[in-house]
């Protein structure tokens, strides 16, 4: 017999539904599961990992129509229990604010979590149309004045999730339409420049405070701005860097590099429209 007759097709089955099933426990957001608590999701979610990154069988696994939908569902639940719990925060009693912002510091790292295995599975445009979609929200609430001065660990954690959505985008890992985009930039752009400055100066207050946006951080979300903006149509670059030149703090994020390079792409235009008028004209002249 040939041994290519012997060879039978990979039952991906058992794979699948390993799988499937790891998602599930991995994107719960309801009750812990007794007696196990959340060792359980912690241990779906490491071999989520596993599994994306030394099974041979998933990239056959992570095609198919019904493991992409279980993982949608799982983000959706995500999204969801996130906008619920962050929504409650102004309604809560000081004293169930802390109560309240460790469990929605959960359903974030579970955020974050996503964000590390979306992509394997190209999926990560998912995350981040429903982030852009949900952004004029999360910053309305984080607004309210009863949020002013508290809750600093939840929005440093926020504006990293943030900078991976605006990472994804602006170095084109993920495409979006221009209107998402500029949506997506506006909304988080004036909120980080705002909160870096404050951040630094409670860290200068009290050297005991825990939360800051780090270097790399600083260096990343900055990094993708830059690319972010340059890549929008020109009227809305002009936009943006008009906006940042008006604002108090200017140093961060610095878009000199995206603002000189627009100056350049301008000038450029407009001489090769005027060396294109010229010709029109020369042509117009030469055939009378």
């Not at 992409?68 to 799982?74: A, E, I, L, N, T």
């Not at 909304?187 to 100066?201: G, T």
Request: proline content about 4%; hydrophobic content about 40%.
């Amino acid at each position: 017999m040939p041994i290519i007759s012997r060879i039978k097709p990979v039952d991906l089955t058992g794979t699948k539904n390993v799988f499937v099933s790891a998602v599930r426990f991995a994107t719960s957001t309801g009750e812990s599961c007794p007696p196990f608590g959340d060792e359980l999701k912690i241990s779906a979610q490491e071999q989520i990992e596993y599994m994306l990154g030394e099974d041979e069988d998933m990239p056959l696994v992570m095609a198919d129509d019904e493991v992409k939908s279980v993982v949608r569902m799982g983000l959706s639940r995500i999204f969801s229990t996130f906008e619920k719990q962050l929504s409650s925060l102004v309604l809560e009693s000081d004293i169930a604010l802390d109560t309240a912002e460790a469990n929605i510091l959960q359903c974030v790292s579970d955020l974050e979590w996503m964000c590390s295995i979306l992509p394997k599975m190209e999926l990560m445009k998912d995350f981040v149309s429903s982030w852009a979609g949900i952004s004029g929200g999360i910053l309305g609430i984080l607004a309210d004045k009863k949020l002013e001065s508290a809750m600093w660990g939840l929005k440093v954690k926020l504006i990293e999730v943030s900078g991976k959505a605006l990472e994804a985008v602006g170095y084109g890992n993920v495409i979006l339409s221009a209107p998402i985009r500029v949506q997506l930039l506006k909304s988080w752009l004036p909120y980080i420049r705002e909160m870096k400055p404050l951040l630094d100066s409670k860290g200068t207050e009290d050297t005991s405070f825990p939360h800051k946006m780090d270097e790399d951080l600083c260096q990343s979300i900055e990094g993708a701005i830059i690319s972010l903006v340059l890549a929008l149509p020109s009227n809305d670059q002009a936009d943006i860097l008009a906006d940042w030149m008006e604002a108090d703090q200017v140093s961060y994020p610095d878009l000199s590099e995206a603002f000189e390079v627009w100056c350049y792409r301008t000038k450029s235009a407009k001489r090769r429209l005027a060396e294109g008028l010229r010709r029109v004209d020369n042509t117009t002249v030469s055939l009378e």
